[in-house]
């Protein structure tokens, strides 16, 4: 199978990568950028642990093929932090405990961060009906919600 060549620009870098036409977008993140906060869970889009933010909306990366993310701006969870340091919804995470295993995190961070970039004043039911293609097992949801509505208010 021949690699096609395609653009991307992930965290504001710019990237020439030969991917294979059934390469994926999370496995090019991980396996040949090296951008391993960006989780391989499920693979068929359930879970939201691959969650990325691509040309302006969260996508389940497992479900991109690379060569579909052609000419794309891609945000992973390492593109957050900034010389001032964490980026507030991170830091809301962790101040409200709403990090514990932490294989939903970034995922769940990128989800609100897109919510939050779209709609500084979301409900409860706008940040939970947002957050709802990211599974987490360990904290139940509620000090999710509650990291994110410290930042709407």
Do not use: W
């Amino acid at each position: 199978m021949a690699a096609k060549l395609v653009q991307l620009t992930i965290n504001d870098k710019e990237y020439d990568i030969a991917v294979q036409a059934n390469e994926t977008l999370v496995d090019v993140l991980r396996y040949r950028l090296g951008l391993t906060g960006t989780k391989k869970g499920c693979g068929q889009g359930d879970c939201g642990s691959c969650t990325v933010i691509m040309d302006g909306n969260t996508v389940n990366s497992c479900l991109v093929l690379a060569v579909q993310a052609n000419g794309s701006r891609i945000t992973t969870i390492e593109g957050l932090e900034s010389e001032e340091g964490l980026h507030p919804v991170q830091k809301a995470f962790i101040e409200h405990g709403a990090i514990q295993c932490g294989f939903c995190s970034s995922g769940m961070i990128l989800s609100a961060k897109n919510l939050l970039d779209k709609n500084p004043k979301p409900t409860e039911g706008e940040i939970r009906s947002a957050l709802s293609g990211n599974l987490c097992r360990c904290t139940g949801y509620q000090k999710i919600v509650e990291a994110v509505q410290s930042i709407a208010k």
